[in-house]
């Protein structure tokens, strides 16, 4: 059984992108602290839709949430959270910090009106059980192929 791990919840402040850009260079490949705030920047990610798990006074986790309104006709647009970002510090996996994170996102999401939160990721991925725990559901059955 892993050994539970003491951590504190907060949104992403100025600094941190150190620290994620490190742990998301593990988790989705080689990225720096610039191409994060860069990031950031263009999606108009707020610091408030940054949600981090902390240990120690080091970010170890994180999930991020953009909101979108979608057309889906005449007048019509469906408030959605889209998530991203979602990864943890290898150290740090299997302690339930990302699970608590996703879930205080997705509350806060409803709690500010969005009907729905939508997520891209592998199919064969090993975070693919947490996203279903969490309720999403696979929209895609099939891998995209491109020559």
């Given at each position: 059984?892993?050994?539970?791990?003491?951590?504190?919840?907060?949104?992403?402040?100025?600094?941190?992108?150190?620290?994620?850009?490190?742990?998301?260079?593990?988790?989705?490949?080689?990225?720096?602290?610039?191409?994060?705030?860069?990031?950031?920047?263009?999606?108009?990610?707020?610091?408030?839709?940054?949600?981090?798990?902390?240990?120690?006074?080091?970010?170890?986790?994180?999930?991020?949430?953009?909101?979108?309104?979608?057309?889906?006709?005449?007048?019509?647009?469906?408030?959605?959270?889209?998530?991203?970002?979602?990864?943890?510090?290898?150290?740090?996996?299997?302690?339930?910090?990302?699970?608590?994170?996703?879930?205080?996102?997705?509350d806060?999401?409803?709690?500010?009106?969005?009907?729905?939160?939508?997520?891209?990721?592998?199919?064969?991925?090993?975070?693919?059980?947490?996203?279903?725990?969490?309720?999403?559901?696979?929209?895609a059955?099939?891998?995209p192929?491109?020559?």
């Amino acid at each position: 059984m892993e050994k539970s791990v003491e951590y504190r919840v907060r949104n992403y402040k100025s600094g941190d992108e150190v620290h994620l850009a490190r742990i998301f260079s593990e988790c989705f490949g080689p990225t720096t602290s610039t191409r994060l705030k860069q990031w950031y920047r263009r999606m108009k990610v707020l610091p408030e839709h940054v949600f981090i798990g902390e240990v120690e006074g080091k970010p170890v986790s994180c999930v991020e949430m953009v909101f979108k309104d979608l057309h889906m006709g005449e007048d019509v647009y469906l408030r959605t959270a889209g998530i991203s970002g979602v990864c943890t510090d290898s150290d740090y996996r299997h302690k339930g910090i990302v699970t608590n994170l996703l879930r205080l996102c997705l509350d806060y999401a409803r709690e500010t009106g969005a009907s729905n939160a939508a997520l891209y990721t592998g199919l064969d991925i090993p975070a693919h059980r947490l996203y279903t725990r969490q309720g999403f559901i696979d929209v895609a059955t099939s891998h995209p192929f491109i020559k």
